[in-house]
């Protein structure tokens, strides 16, 4: 597949949080308010695509060479656990302002399964280096879209009166199966159009 | 057996905590699916609450995390093979599904919530409470999405039985867009919603 069609699949079509369900914890825990959902969409990119990038390289410079296919989930937890703590510790050291902005949504993405998801999506597409880089910030940008129009809906959601069982967490995720309900207009033939 | 009941309806994993939403949201399209992403649950959640009781005074406080991280990958592992191994079908609809268990927060939940603080016994009942729980709510999901969605109800293939029991009225004419993610979210929504209208009439009777 092409780049760009890598970005548009990603983005659009399988959205990691509208069609495929990766991070679904943040996109309904996050996106309370519109800054801290843009923060952790931005947090979650620059994860995605270094993720994306590590466990490309362990995984074909160290685990195929040696038959440890098998150790995969293990190896990329612990890619990813590891990752997010250098990230955190370098941003503080050289950015303080960014460490501002993303330092609290940071330890929280460990656990987010868009990150292990498109890590694993990688392999299982057999992608190759920068394609997997591709697929991962395409990932993220696809997942701060979604979390920032989510945001969006619940900040006026507030101001409207709900029904009192559906307040919070229940409303959010119908907003969320209406929005994922326009998404559906973004599918393969689509793809096929632009792109051929 | 307080520890085990809460798991089941007060502190649902999936309704009332919300933890462990995306596999449950992805493999619900089908009721077998959603036995077989519990069972794994349960058998990992079981291992894991096991192992981080027994370890418990041995692990230093510092690296607590990446250690309850690896016995949970290693526990996943153990499904993950022995699913392909046996389960081929199965194995296959689950897809990276079965993976991303590691990432479930419920597990690590579990570990750290519980486990790391009580004896083996305590956290097994707790694993099989929060295990059942996870596995009841995934269920209630997915019969009303693959009902909806497909009007049928596909079980385990036994004998002459094919395994998937077909609803007349909704076989053929499905609401598809129940199998498909917005329902998968509607769903959930609206579920969410009737847990907490049945738990804030339960608190009106206790009190």
């Known amino acids: ?196 | 057996m307080f520890n085990f009941l809460k798991g089941l309806f007060k502190e649902n994993p999936i309704f009332v905590l919300a933890l462990g939403l995306c596999p449950t949201l992805a493999v619900s399209t089908q009721v077998v699916n959603a036995i077989g992403m519990g069972a794994g649950v349960i058998f990992v959640l079981i291992g894991s609450n096991i192992m981080v009781s027994l370890l418990k005074n041995f692990i230093p406080d510092e690296v607590h995390i990446p250690a309850y991280i690896v016995i949970i990958a290693s526990f996943v592992t153990i499904v993950d093979l022995l699913m392909q191994a046996f389960l081929p079908a199965l194995s296959s609809s689950l897809g990276v599904f079965v993976k991303l268990i590691v990432v479930n927060c419920i597990i690590l939940g579990r570990a750290e919530a519980f486990a790391s603080k009580n004896n083996v016994k305590d956290s097994i009942v707790d694993a099989l409470g929060m295990g059942i729980g996870f596995t009841v709510g995934l269920l209630i999901i997915s019969l009303v999405r693959e009902v909806l969605g497909a009007g049928t109800i596909t079980l385990f293939p036994m004998g002459d039985f094919s395994g998937v029991i077909k609803i007349p009225g909704l076989y053929d004419a499905p609401a598809r867009i129940f199998s498909l993610s917005p329902g998968a979210l509607l769903v959930m929504g609206f579920l969410m919603a009737g847990f907490n209208w049945l738990l804030s009439k339960n608190k009106n009777k206790e009190n």
């Not at chain 1, 955190?88 to 292990?116: D, H, R, W």
């Open chain 1, 1 to 196: 597949m092409t780049y760009v069609g890598i970005i548009i699949t990603y983005v659009f079509i399988s959205n990691m949080i509208l069609s495929q369900f990766l991070g679904l914890c943040p996109f309904i825990g996050v996106s309370k308010d519109t800054d801290s959902a843009v923060g952790m969409g931005f947090a979650v990119t620059f994860v995605m695509s270094m993720a994306s990038l590590v466990t490309w390289i362990i995984y074909h410079g160290i685990l195929v060479p040696l038959n440890l296919e098998y150790l995969q989930t293990i190896a990329f937890i612990l890619i990813i656990a590891s990752l997010v703590q250098l990230v955190e510790m370098s941003v503080q050291k050289f950015s303080p302002a960014m460490y501002k902005a993303l330092g609290i949504y940071l330890p929280l993405i460990t656990t987010n399964c868009a990150v292990m998801g498109i890590a694993l999506i990688n392999v299982r597409e057999e992608y190759n280096i920068l394609e997997s880089f591709t697929a991962g910030f395409a990932g993220g940008i696809g997942f701060l879209l979604a979390i920032f129009l989510m945001s969006a809906i619940r900040v006026k959601l507030d101001k409207e009166r709900v029904p009192r069982y559906l307040k919070g967490a229940p409303i959010a995720f119908v907003s969320g199966g209406l929005m994922a309900l326009a998404f559906m207009a973004f599918d393969r033939a689509l793809l096929t159009n632009l792109i051929g």
